[in-house]
């Protein structure tokens, strides 16, 4: 049922914008959340902004310890955990992992010069990055209320951690359309097709799987070394080329059989990544 709508403004809540005029949509029914962070300061930085952006989630106890943190979540059954990386005894996902079963949605909680926002993206994880943007603290509590199975996040959780371990061509990421969610070898992908607002993956197994994401947030992700755009709606993985065809429209002839236009502003660039990407195989 749509709560009503009220517009609330805020002086220096944030550092980079000195007021907000925002929009809060009041829920006839809240959720519960704990924070967990192992530093103060951060703690009741964050309460501050989800008391005055986010009013219909009630915050039910903090903690700053794996061990405190389960038995919190054990004690107070949170509907929400804003979960930090680094706590005093161990990680977030130490906390996780002996939650098997779980019945709450979190966030991770990070800081970018510790955590590769990459790696977060790659595995879909759900995460706020400090200083939180209060925009983004609201999107995250909506985002909440639409968020995937618990099956799906340790799925998530699991590519995280196996890509710690993994060189940067071996990694995978986490794909997903409103039915299923995918883990692809980023080695598997031959190249990625834009299909208006949507994305469309075609893989060496012969899968397309279509994706509600843009091919510019791709690009952006993927590996630039391996991964090049050769026009405004394809990006190609070098090592499926096959071979280039000049003609009135330049195109690559990928492995697979699939031709791929080249657009004349981006032909000098990707000359020079299929030399460059030559040099580093041999």
Known sequence: MPGRQETVGFENISSDKS???ISINIKSTSMRGIIVDDELPARNNLRMMLTHYCPELEIVGESDTVKTTIDLIKSTQPDLVFLDIDLKDGTGFDVLS???????SFFFVTAFEHYAIKAFKFSALDYLLKPIDPEEL???IQKVRKQSSG???QVKIDVFQENQR?????KKIVLSDADNIYVVSI????RCESANSYTMFCLADGRQILITE???SFENLLPERCFVRTHQSHLINLSYISHYHKGQQ???VMKSGASVPISTRRKSRLLASIQEYAKVKQ
């Open 166 to 170: 993994l060189n940067f061509s071996e």
């Open 138 to 140: 609201q999107n995250a």
């Open 151 to 153: 099956k799906d996040q």
């Open 187 to 190: 080695q598997d992908i031959i």
């Open 19 to 21: 007021y907000f005029n």
């Open 98 to 104: 002996r939650i098997p079963h779980r019945t709450f």
């Open 214 to 216: 843009s091919l510019k």
């Open 250 to 252: 330049d195109t690559l």
